[in-house]
């Protein structure tokens, strides 16, 4: 089943006002830039966005979020994006901030069709109590916190209960997929974009390189065909890097 669509706006056509949303990549690493580039321009809003972190403020996510298009983040980090602070303190964006472990194995779970499940991470901190601030109010007061989670103990350890994560739609980058789906990550990328693409009832993927069915390896594919449900050609030169760390040039003697 050929799986490729002619054009971004294609793909994310209909992705109504509030939909969730569970978007890969890691920091600047694998993020489906194309996909989103296309999403700003349909003018949907009220997204209810899962996602590592929220891009930087002129690229990936923060496109959407300085227009005003998401209503909630569920993140583990706040990154670079100064816009995704200041929503966010001044009651404009709701924020339920998830250590990344759990994060990633609520999506993994979601995607698995695992309900919940029981982790040691957040134990003793307000992760377990509660009272974390999701959303401010325009006076600085809390207006919704998070409420306290199930505690059980296991082997005289004690663990907490948490939810697993599904989308409506998954928005994903791959290095290469094949026409039928089956996709293989780059390096980073690797970290979210499959855990995405799992937990998402309609999968997009962006590619930098689209192959016909048979020229991956099976051992080489990270996500199968099974999970995605549309592809289209990804801009190879949309492409950013966080912070450039390089060693000053040699002189020579």
């Not at 995704?84 to 901030?97: H, K, N, W």
């Not at 472990?101 to 377990?128: D, N």
């Not at 409506?168 to 996709?183: P, Q, Y």
């Amino acid at each position: 089943m050929d799986k490729v669509l002619d054009s971004p706006t294609a793909a994310v056509g209909d992705i109504p006002d509030g939909a969730a949303l569970a978007v890969g990549g890691f920091g600047l690493c694998g993020i489906p830039s194309t996909l989103i580039g296309a999403l700003v321009a349909t003018g949907t809003t009220g997204l209810r966005v899962v996602s590592n972190n929220c891009g930087v403020d002129d690229w990936g996510l923060g496109l959407l979020l300085r227009a005003g298009r998401i209503a909630r983040m569920t993140s583990s980090y706040v990154g670079e994006n100064k816009e995704f602070a200041r929503q966010y303190l001044s009651g404009e964006l709701e924020v339920e901030l998830t250590p990344q472990g759990t994060l990633a194995e609520r999506l993994r779970a979601g995607g698995a069709g695992i309900p919940a499940f029981f982790t040691p991470a957040g134990v003793g901190t307000q992760v377990e109590e509660g009272g974390l601030p999701w959303r401010y109010a325009a006076d600085g007061s809390v207006a919704l916190a998070s409420p306290p989670k199930e505690v059980r103990e296991f082997g005289g350890r004690r663990y907490l209960l948490e939810q697993a994560i599904t989308a409506d739609f998954a928005l994903v980058r791959a290095e290469v997929a094949d026409r039928h789906g089956n996709c293989v990550f780059h390096a980073t990328a690797r970290n979210f974009n499959p855990l995405c693409a799992a937990a998402g009832r309609i999968t997009l993927v962006e590619a930098d390189r689209i192959v016909d069915p048979g020229e991956l390896a099976p051992g080489a594919v990270h996500l199968p065909g099974v999970y995605v449900d549309r592809i289209v050609a990804a801009d190879p030169e949309d492409r950013r890097i966080e912070r450039r760390t390089v060693r000053p040039a040699l002189q020579e003697v």
